[in-house]
């Protein structure tokens, strides 16, 4: 059984920082890829930005010099450093882990977190 446990969402004004950290933990033997999904009132989920256990990073374009993803392996965490946010940002961001082999792999996800970017 593994559990994702987030947390740093929150309301802050445009042009803000803001920090989301999501830790894993149970029954973990290889972690493939960690990453935040976000989700907007009448949009689709996107992936915001990925990492790989190698190290990989993958951002959504819209974000692209604005946020930052980072992992801890040791400590099966990873985090998502968002600057210079703006409306278009707000969502629920919810952590994914990609746990096992390519032949025997789960998705886990979190709870999700709000994040509102407003004046």
């Known amino acids: 059984q593994v559990q994702l446990v987030e947390s740093g969402g929150g309301l802050v004004q445009p042009g803000g920082s803001l920090r989301l950290s999501c830790a894993a933990s149970g029954s973990i033997a290889s972690i493939y890829a960690m990453g935040w999904y976000r989700q907007a009132p009448g949009k689709r989920r996107e992936l915001a930005a990925s990492i790989t256990s190698a190290g990989t990073t993958n951002y959504a374009d819209s974000v692209k010099g604005r946020f930052t993803i980072s992992r801890d392996n040791a400590k099966n965490t990873v985090s998502l450093q968002m600057n210079s946010l703006k409306p278009e940002d707000t969502g629920v961001y919810s952590c994914?882990?990609?746990?096992?082999?390519?032949?025997?792999?789960?998705?886990?996800w979190g709870q999700g977190t709000q994040v509102t970017v407003s004046s």
């Open positions: 994914n882990a990609q746990i096992g082999t390519m032949a025997v792999r789960r998705n886990y």
